[in-house]
């Protein structure tokens, strides 16, 4: 087990134990758009990368590489570097940026949305390859955005179980933690404490038979609960 950077949350997953997401397991952040699931994912992926100093991959088929690197680049030195005082001039943040984020796409440990395909046959590709190479944890931004091969006239919650069941084996083989966002419909606005239940996962309810655990954001304020 590796612990998450929350100690209530690790042992809310072990059950009181100090603990945290198991090995060769799928674990699934499920969340409505705009309430920060790619934050809280890119916060997990700074804690393993540099405090637990694990070697870790992310995709991300929702930003940009110029965002999502200016991201990773802001999570890496802590704020803003491109306004910080402590970088005064242009040539030291130039620098900065080519050694932490060049350097990690050069690793081939950074897979934007504008880098390769979404097919789950080039997902699964490249994850062999990082894992060939160390990785033992990977982030995947969403999920519900990788394509299926030969899904033309099926459901979409079956082509997701499928894929999610294929990430699933994939963990287990390889004994790695594979974490990936998943969208939420619009089912909660409809209950009067619009929290969110397992059934609002867009594309699978039936998420829980394959992952190991499922965790789902919920922001009262924002959704006026």
């Not at 042992?11 to 060769?24: C, D, R, V």
Request: aromatic share 8%; glycine share 8%; with cysteine.
């Amino acid at each position: 087990e590796i612990p998450t950077p929350f100690p209530r949350l690790n042992k809310l997953i072990t059950a009181g134990k100090k603990g945290g997401f198991p090995y060769g397991a799928l674990v699934a952040m499920g969340a409505r758009t705009g309430t920060g699931k790619s934050t809280l994912l890119m916060t997990f992926m700074l804690h393993y990368l540099m405090k637990l100093r694990l070697s870790v991959a992310y995709l991300n088929f929702e930003m940009s590489e110029a965002i999502l690197s200016r991201r990773f680049f802001a999570g890496v030195t802590k704020g803003d570097p491109w306004r910080h005082e402590k970088y005064p001039n242009f040539d030291q943040k130039q620098a900065l940026f080519e050694q932490v984020v060049l350097g990690w796409k050069a690793d081939g440990l950074l897979y934007p949305r504008n880098q390769g395909s979404s097919s789950l046959d080039a997902v699964l590709g490249y994850l062999r390859s990082v894992t060939d190479k160390g990785v033992r944890v990977v982030f995947i931004d969403t999920v519900n955005r990788i394509h299926t091969p030969g899904g033309k006239g099926r459901p979409r919650w079956e082509m997701m179980i499928g894929t999610l069941q294929r990430l699933e084996q994939f963990a287990l083989d390889r004994d790695i933690i594979i974490i990936c966002a998943c969208q939420e419909n619009r089912e909660q606005d409809r209950r009067q404490s619009k929290q969110p239940i397992l059934s609002d996962l867009a594309d699978s309810s039936e998420i829980e038979k394959v992952a190991a655990v499922v965790l789902q954001l919920h922001r009262p304020l924002k959704l006026g609960s």
